[in-house]
Each structure stands twice: as structure tokens, then as C-alpha cells.
T-cell receptor, first 118, second 107 residues
Framework: DGGITQSPKYLFRKEGQNVTLSCEQN?????MYWYRQDPGQGLRLIYY???????QKGDIAEGYSVSREKKESFPLTVTSAQKNPTAFYLC?????????????????FGAGSRLTVL | DAKTTQPPSMDCAEGRAANLPCNHS???????VYWYRQIHSQGPQYIIH???NNETNEMASLIITEDRKSSTLILPHATLRDTAVYYC????????FGAGTRLTVKP
């Protein structure tokens, strides 16, 4: 079945360590997104990519980095520069450019990765 | 930042219709309105989308005002399993979400 796979589901990190969260999709989607969610809050956009080898900062990109070397993969690195990294991280994808009634902007989400900094 | 606004919370009695409003006053003429919901600690789930006509599917109905500046998601017969956070977004906004509406369905 097509979908988005995020790994790991749970991750613990010591302060000062970088950690990379994986996001893989087999939906042949052009666009991929990373969101951060804190308890009781909505989703905040970290980075997004509309095409391979290109990505843009979202609203809270500081302390994060991404790469988009392959269409199906969009890993997120949480660096030591991120002051409060403990959060729930969600990856999503869609077809990218919207067309008339194809629903091309419907997002498919992964199950999320929960990062805890000790 | 999100360009849609929603009430932070709503309650609904089980079996009754739940009507969730959303304001999207900056939406442009060719942008869709999308609704998602998120059950605790899971990824959001797509519900429905529309452009200017009312839409209905097996999950919900979507009513969009004639000026397209607001919409209402209707769950016709809410169940306890519909308790979730509901988000509306317009596709002019690089997929930015607001805080959503926390719907609690009560027995």
C-alpha cells in the first residue's frame, strides 16, 4: 500500500547531539513537508520541498536542516542549535502544484516521530 | 503563519450534528479549502475539500459561503470517535496549519 513512513517512532537524544528523522514516501508525490507539534498546539511548518534538490524554510526553520536528494525521501536533522527540540514531528506529502479538481493538494501524513531530549 | 481562523474548542452531543466554522478571508479565487482532523498523537487525516460549491462525502459535508471567505464542516451524526482536533487550511498558504478546533463529542 502507498503511504508515508516515518522512523523512528520514538527517539531520545542527549543535549548537544544532532539527530536525523527519516521520512519516506512511495506515493510518487513531488512535494514533502515537515511539521513540529508541541503538546496542545497546532502544526507548525519547519521546511518544505516542492521538487528534488530544492527546499524552502517554513516558519520555524532555525535549528533544523533538510535535504531532498531523492523524490521519495526528505530527512530532517534536528541540530544542537535547536534550543527546545522535544516535540512530535510530522512529515507529509502531496502532489504539489494544484490542478483544477484533482485534489492535488491533499496532504498525506506519516504517523509521526516523537523526539525527547534528555 | 496560518491565514485561517477557527474557534479553539467546541462541544457536541453524541448523535447530533457538529458544525465547525472556519474563516479564510484572504483566500484567492482558485484556492481550495481543505479540512483535516487529528486524533491524539496520530498524523492528521484528510476529511474533505472544496472550491466554491458545497461538497459531501462519506465522512462530512462542507458548506462554503458565496464570497468564499468562510466555510463550515458538518459532521451530521457525531460519534464519540469524532472527538479530535479539526483543522481547515487554504491551499494558498504553503500548507500552513493554524491551531484548529478541538471538538469534544459527549455522551
Amino acid at each position: 500500500d502507498g503511504g508515508i513512513t516515518q522512523s523512528p517512532k520514538y527517539l531520545f537524544r542527549k543535549e548537544g547531539q544532532n539527530v536525523t528523522l527519516s521520512c519516506e514516501q512511495n506515493l510518487n508525490h513531488d512535494a514533502m513537508y515537515w511539521y513540529r507539534q508541541d503538546p496542545g498546539q497546532g502544526l507548525r511548518l519547519i521546511y518544505y520541498s516542492q521538487i528534488v534538490n530544492d527546499f524552502q524554510k517554513g516558519d520555524i526553520a532555525e535549528g533544523y536542516s533538510v535535504s531532498r536528494e531523492k523524490k521519495e525521501s526528505f530527512p530532517l536533522t534536528v541540530t544542537s542549535a535547536q534550543k527546545n527540540p522535544t516535540a512530535f514531528y510530522l512529515c507529509a506529502s502531496n502532489a504539489g502544484t494544484p490542478t483544477s479538481r484533482s485534489g492535488a493538494n491533499v496532504l498525506t501524513f506519516g504517523a509521526g516521530s516523537r523526539l525527547t531530549v534528555l | 503563519d496560518a491565514k485561517t481562523t477557527q474557534p479553539p474548542s467546541m462541544d457536541c452531543a453524541e448523535g447530533r450534528a457538529a458544525n465547525l466554522p472556519c474563516n479564510h478571508s484572504t483566500i484567492s479565487g482558485n484556492e481550495y479549502v481543505y479540512w483535516y482532523r487529528q486524533i491524539h498523537s496520530q498524523g492528521p487525516q484528510y476529511i474533505i475539500h472544496g472550491l466554491k460549491n458545497n461538497e459531501t462525502n462519506e465522512m462530512a459535508s462542507l458548506i462554503i459561503t458565496e464570497d468564499r471567505k468562510s466555510s463550515t464542516l458538518i459532521l451530521p451524526h457525531a460519534t464519540l470517535r469524532d472527538t479530535a482536533v479539526y483543522y481547515c487550511i487554504d491551499s494558498n498558504n504553503d500548507m500552513r496549519f493554524g491551531a484548529g478546533t478541538r471538538l469534544t463529542v459527549k455522551p
